[in-house]
């Protein structure tokens, strides 16, 4: 069974709950990992393109996702196309260069299609089909490569809000992932079933890796909790408002029962020594800065007017969970 080569430290912002700013985290985080001297990929594998829209202007990803069926496609969807069809193996897609050291791997709407063949692969997985398991791998195998031409230390996938197939591709194929979460109680409901989708995920796959025929690229299926960061919460005279702070004071309990301890299980391992601090930090509410950024194509600090106080706090929050991410994937 060939496993497949950890070449770069693979992370998702994972929540299937909508709303919780997974997107705008994930930009910004990559920014300050980028300030801090890391290469960053980001893989943008929801097909609502949330990620390449932000970054690209329009005419021009309008452009890519009409000739993402053509000789000239560059798009993800470009270069799995072959493998989702069943006419041959995954392509390669030149990554768009952002700034220096953070490239993006475009998105597609075509993508749902990818999605729809990996529900069949993974059942042709449990019947030790060969097909199954390359086109399982076939995003992480075009994911090694465009790290080895960035060269990146951290790839970052921008997921969509659900625990279909393709964020299972996903999930298993990352090495930590992040829980973002809104400080609502529909946000910390949404944690029991995200754990219990999560173990019985990796669960799953430790059988099918078991049973592969030799030579089978294998996605690693150990994806580890590095933590949560509660996002979009507003704050008054310094002080966060009372609401968010009564769920703020539930969500650590709550990411511990329902997301780590069955992830524990599922790996084997105990639940008695539970880790102090999982929580990598928190981003309050920045108001009319998120919306510049989103139409600049910049992280909330580097905004060109807006709110100067803003932007220093959006800096230095986003700062220290990044000098985090690094210090717990070392």
Not at 126 to 142: D, E, K, Q, V
Request: hydrophobic share 40%.
């Amino acid at each position: 069974m060939a496993a497949i080569h950890r070449n770069a430290k693979r992370l998702v912002l994972f929540n299937h709950k909508g709303g919780v700013g997974k997107t705008t985290l994930t930009i910004n985080l990559a920014h300050a990992l980028v300030d801090a001297g890391k290469r960053v990929l980001l893989v943008d594998t929801d097909p609502q393109c949330s990620l390449s829209s932000f970054f690209l202007e329009e005419q021009f990803l309008d452009k890519m996702l009409d000739e993402s069926e053509t000789g000239d496609g560059n798009t993800l969807w470009s270069a799995l196309r072959p493998v989702s069809e069943g006419t041959g193996t995954s392509g390669s897609i030149q990554p768009v260069k952002i700034r220096a050291r953070l490239h993006l791997a475009v998105g597609d709407i075509r993508l749902s299609n990818y999605e729809n063949s990996l529900a069949d692969c993974w059942n042709l997985c449990l019947s030790r089909n060969r097909r199954g398991y390359h086109c399982t791998a076939a995003l992480s195998n075009l994911v090694d490569n465009l790290v080895a031409s960035t060269k990146a230390d951290f790839v970052f996938f921008d997921a969509g809000p659900n625990i279909g197939p393709l964020n299972r591709a996903v999930m298993l194929d990352c090495t930590h992932f992040i829980v973002p979460a809104a400080c609502d109680l529909f946000s910390t409901r949404a944690l029991k079933t995200l754990g219990f989708a999560l173990s019985e995920w990796v669960t799953t796959w430790e059988r099918v890796r078991e049973m592969a025929p030799d030579q089978s690229p294998l996605l690693a299926g150990t994806p580890k909790l590095l933590g949560y960061v509660p996002q979009g919460f507003r704050v008054y005279r310094g002080e966060m408002a009372a609401s968010p702070l009564t769920v703020l004071s539930k969500l650590e309990s709550r990411i511990l029962e329902f997301v780590w301890k069955p992830l524990q299980s599922a790996y084997g391992l105990s639940t008695k020594d539970r880790p102090s601090k999982l929580k990598l930090g928190q981003v309050k509410f920045f108001g009319t800065l998120v919306m510049d950024a989103q139409n600049q194509g910049v992280s909330l600090w580097e905004v060109s007017g807006g709110n100067a106080g803003g932007k220093v706090k959006a800096r230095q929050e986003f700062s220290e969970i990044a000098k985090k991410v690094v210090a717990l994937t070392s």
